[in-house]
């Protein structure tokens, strides 16, 4: 049985999804740790739009499942917020920036929003997509052996 928190949080989601499918972009407050540096969970909102033209580097609303149970049905699925790493087919591999190895699978079609934008307390955009954005990105994505020492020193430096 699902508890009150849970119902409200998935009818939020749903209601989300229902108007990015629309065309309507969404702008959704995040949690959680998962995409440090780039996006501060319980701090940064994000805005959302219908997924077109998925590429590598960009960042997704996704229904995923959990590291090597791609293949099984049972399986509780999760809303992420996480960067695409690579395509097989119609499979999306998923891993959020603040991880240090954990992987999530989809299919394209449980991608339901690309981010195009991160919005700071303060009210500035950080556009998504952006040559300087991917860059960032990408070198980050080949740091990920140094990645546990050098969140390390961002959540020492940001306290």
Same mark, same amino acid.
């Given at each position: 049985m699902m508890d009150s928190a849970k119902k409200s949080d998935a009818l939020i989601m749903a209601e989300a999804i *229902?108007?990015?499918n629309e065309g309507v972009s969404v702008t959704f407050p995040v949690n959680g740790c998962s &995409?440090? /540096?780039?996006?501060v969970g319980g701090? @940064?909102?994000v805005i959302l739009e219908k997924p077109? @033209?998925?590429?590598? $580097?960009?960042?997704?609303?996704?229904?995923?499942? /959990? @590291?090597?149970?791609?293949?099984l049905e049972n399986v509780e699925k999760h809303y992420v917020i996480h960067r695409i790493v690579t395509f097989s087919g119609? %499979?999306?591999?998923? &891993? $959020?920036d603040g991880n240090l190895v954990q992987r999530e699978y989809?299919? *394209?079609? @449980?991608?339901?929003?690309?981010?195009?934008g991160v919005v700071? /307390? %303060? $009210?500035k955009k950080s556009l998504q997509g952006t040559f300087a954005e991917r860059c960032a990105a990408k070198i980050w994505?080949?740091?990920? /052996?140094? *990645?546990?020492?050098?969140?390390?020193?961002?959540?020492?430096?940001?306290?």
């Open positions: *229902r108007l990015v &995409m440090l /540096p780039f996006i701090r @940064d909102s077109v @033209d998925l590429c590598v $580097g960009d960042v997704v609303l996704a229904l995923t499942i /959990p @590291d090597k149970v791609l293949h119609e %499979n999306v591999v998923l &891993m $959020g989809c299919k *394209r079609t @449980d991608v339901y929003a690309k981010v195009i700071r /307390p %303060n $009210g994505y080949i740091l990920l /052996p140094f *990645r546990r020492y050098l969140l390390w020193i961002y959540k020492k430096v940001k306290k």
